[in-house]
């Protein structure tokens, strides 16, 4: 089973073997940004190339060496080539010899190999690990007797060791160097004041505020994740800690906690719907167990660029960034006001405008910036340098305390692996050793402040907050117990022109004013509570986190414009279907409609319609109290713009928007629609319509009428199918009362009044009532011997042919003959 543990074991630290041998590999995002406060130092050409033989380490104890103890250094080997190396053998190199200076110390963590003249009596053979790929585990057992190692009287010696991997030509393959600390009997040296500030920052997770580009922050706050491991080791130790909080974190944290958010990656056409994280809530509640007791500070909302907004001139977003309104939140958060007020410029370092800035929103009611000690020269007495110093401003002096940069990069080192993060203790102790150990008598000052997205490997923040409490030469203070020491004169060496390279470029920044100044017209036309405001989306995207991820500054910048066009579009002047409007002769009034589609915000613009052709149309303008349109949440409104043309023809129209009370300014994009314009008034269409309506009337009824005479016809009862038939007697057509016409007696005829043959008074195919042209009266038809007339075709006149009574051309006669075959025949 042990040999089961031990493959396991080595088997997870094969990630970290990458690293363990690479010292010329790229640091961390972190890292490359520390690099700003000095100039990026030479590797030496040994250390660029690449091991052979990759070397971790998993175990060094103890932490703390006396002159009896026993010592065990272990790790893991690996080659790294695709091909055998044989013979290959491990050994350990040391110094009997006490380091006797911090930059000694450097020297020998950098790999120089000369100052360690001591060879471990104990070669092991790596036969195992000579092959390509393969991993071997190796350990080095001894004591400091064994060694020889001794500690300075009464105070504690820092002893380095190197283990080296040989090839069968005994040429070093491989190697990795580390620190014993060993502590005398006797003591006599003052404790090394140390005070640690702990940054809670993150990069823009947000475009605007209410959508998240990517959920990467849930896995922060989760076990594991960066930001719960910083809680996590304030939250599991007593060493006193002042942090450093964006409030654009809490901000971020405090949206995830509290409901479901939406996650849409730039470019993605929709968003994914996340219910509310427990993470985040349980995040936050450690965040304030963790802190209670703990002094804070807050940065500038989101932790913009100071440096490079201070070089443009742009220094309003600076101030916006210090307002209460965006800062207050982490009070909210924690309930409790912050107790410190530090300012700290990006990676360190800033120029004098940068500090004027800062000094004005961050140290205005007191307090001290906080500052990479390489911006500072050693004081110029010879003394050892602390870490509190002054600068003047031109808001008077102010305190400066200048973390250990060389602690820093140390820890951003220990990020990479866990092996890396092992060495990286030892080396902490080492460097805090040798501070109390250059001057024993001389009260020390250190302060520790991680890069702001410090992301230690797993128990690193841990441990090294255990061992700044439990190491005999080190002593926990709170930072303002380091704030509140005698300040060194020590010379400030400025801001070098050539560190412009490393801040926000400026076509990020362009492009981000830009989308601030129509965030900025978008917010003007708001009325009652602001609830969309663009302001802190912009600060998160001038965030100093992009100097180092330009291509997702690019992404989520694009994304923050599109949402922010889809936002001001809800507001605007809906345009005629295709975008086109009629207007019937010289004059009339255009119809133009103008929509708030925002869900939860009033707003209040003002119309302003122009036309391209002035001399051919023109227009009218509105009321003062019609141009100003004050729009609810969903609401519409209409406004009718007089016109007045010149002439027929397409005029172009502009419909444009414009902020009340702003002297002109645009809104929108506008819209532009064409007039039709035509010689037909209104009056004309009226009339021309009319008639055309009478016309279709009339030739309705005809069509109607000739049907119903071609039905009757059909029927072949010789009724014409108009009306209803009369009372009166059949007639024979010919003059005279009663004459009942040849073949049928007047008194024989017994069909009923109107069946098939034309009641008295009444002509064919005309309607009962009427009279047809040249007939009179039914009543006067028998008295002036005249009905004939009326029984011939209608209009027809005496005189006419068709008129005159005969047997055989005679209508009734016919229709005698008709009744007499239903009748009798």
Partial sequence: MRAVGRALALAALMPCLAMAAAPAMASPAGARTRTLA???????EAAQARAQVALAVTKITPKTVTATSKIEISGAARNRGDHALDGLTLRLRYSAQPVTSRSQLDQLASGQQTALPNVAP??????????PGVTQGWSFRTTARQLGLRAPAATPGVYPMRVEVLNSAQQVVGGLTTFLTLMPKQRSFKPVAVGWVLPLADRMHRANDRTFIDDDLSKELAPGGRLHKLVDAAATTDAPVTWAIDPALLDD?????????YVKAPGARKGVRKEKSTVAATWLTA??????GDPYFVL??????VTALVRRKSTRDIGVAFDERNTGLVAEVLGRRPDAHIAWPASGVGGPGTLEQLAKYALKDGGSFLMGSSQFEN???GALPNATTALQTQRGTKKALLYDQTITQMLDEGSRSASRALLSEQRFLAETAMIAAEAPSVPRTVVVAPDRHWDPADGLAKNLLTYTKAAAWLREVPLRSVEAAQPQARAFHGYSDDYEKYELGDVHLDQTQAIAKRAATFQAVMTGPVKISYERAVLRLESVAWRTSQGRAKRARKELEDELREDMHRVRVVPPKNRRVLMGGSSG??????????????VKVKLVVTSENTAKLQLGGLEPDDAVIELGPGERAQRWIPAQAAGNGNFGVHLDLQIPDAGGRTYGDGETITVVVT???RLALLITGGGLAVLFVGVGVRAIRARRRRKAEAAGDGSTGMGSAGTGEPGSGLPGPGFPGPGVPAAEYSGPPGAGVPAAGESPGVPPGTSAPGSGPSGAAGADGQAGYGAGPAGARPEDPAAVPGPAADGHAAGRGEHRRRDGG
């Fill in 379 to 381: 004081p110029a007495t």
């Fill in 300 to 305: 500038p909302y989101g932790d913009p660029d």
């Fill in 253 to 261: 944290v405090r949206q995830m906690a509290s409901g479901a958010y």
């Fill in 679 to 681: 010689g037909y008034g």
């Fill in 287 to 292: 965040l304030k167990n963790a802190s209670k």
């Fill in 38 to 44: 000095k100039a990026p130092a030479r590797v030496p």
């Fill in 589 to 602: 009034k255009l119809p133009v409609l103008v929509e708030n589609r925002l869900n939860d915000q009033s």
């Fill in 122 to 131: 104990q070669q092991q053979p790596l036969a195992q690990a000579s092959r």
